[in-house]
Every structure is written in structure tokens, then in C-alpha cells.
């Protein structure tokens, strides 16, 4: 299943418009931040090409592209942790995507465990300690 956005508009329909026209990349790709629609949390950056945001907006669950594995997968597909979408939104220029979502299967959302991607924080002096210490 591929998807074929429009492309060619101006940046003014881009930017003002009503038409969904993903600016991808030149590698067909674009970037996706996760958050948890009740919390607001960043839970994950991904990628996605024009199939993983066209079965996202289909099916209502989170798809990306794999960048090191050069496929489409759903996330979840393995874990069982997947991602419910309730809300897809495009920045001004439509070169990156927002999806809220409410995380299934237990609420962990990175490989690692975590329930969150973005579980450490880089310190005064440039060192990663967990997020949650102060």
C-alpha cells in the first residue's frame, strides 16, 4: 500500500491551506514525534514515509519507517505495546508530523523498557542521569 500526497503546491497552500501534503525528505522521509494524548509526555521520535503516515491516518494505530531495518513497522507489532492515534497534526511547513497517542499493551513505549524514549537528561557538566533526579 503506498500513498501518493500531493505534491508541487506553494508554500502558502502548504503552510495556510487545507490539503495534507507531507514535505518529505530526500530520503522519502519525515520526522514523527509521539506524545501521550492524556499526559501530554513525549514518549518517541520516529520516522515515517508515505505508507507508515498513510496506514497511521488509515487504521488509527501508529506505523513508522525503520530507518536501520529500511521497512514499515507497526508499532507494537512484537511487544504488544502499541499505539492507539487520536490525533495526527503537521507543523507549519509540513515537514514534521505530531501524533498523540494512548499507548497499549502496558504503556512502554521504548525498546529499552522505558516508558518513554526520552528517559535520561544531560546534566550541567554533559553527563546522562535519569530524568526523573534532579
Known amino acids: 500500500m503506498t500513498s501518493a500526497f500531493p505534491t508541487g503546491l506553494t508554500a502558502r497552500a502548504i503552510e495556510t491551506g487545507d ?3 507531507p514535505q518529505f525528505d530526500r530520503n522519502g522521509l519525515i520526522p514523527a514525534v ?3 494524548a492524556a499526559t501530554g509526555e513525549v514518549l518517541m521520535l520516529a520516522w515515517m514515509n508515505a505508507e507508515a503516515l498513510a496506514r497511521t491516518i488509515e487504521t488509527r494505530e501508529a506505523h513508522y519507517f525503520s530507518r536501520s531495518r529500511n521497512s514499515l513497522w507497526r508499532k507494537g507489532e512484537t511487544s504488544g505495546h502499541t499505539q492507539r492515534v487520536e490525533e495526527i497534526r503537521v507543523d507549519c511547513d509540513q515537514d514534521a508530523v505530531w501524533l498523540k497517542v494512548t499507548p497499549q499493551g502496558g504503556g512502554c513505549v521504548c525498546h529499552t523498557g522505558a516508558r518513554s524514549c526520552f ?3 544531560v546534566d550541567d557538566r ?6 526523573s533526579q534532579h
Do not use: E, K, N
Open 34 to 36: 509521539a506524545t501521550d
Open 19 to 21: 490539503v495534507l501534503a
Open 126 to 131: 554533559g553527563a546522562l542521569i535519569p530524568a
Open 119 to 121: 528517559y535520561r537528561r
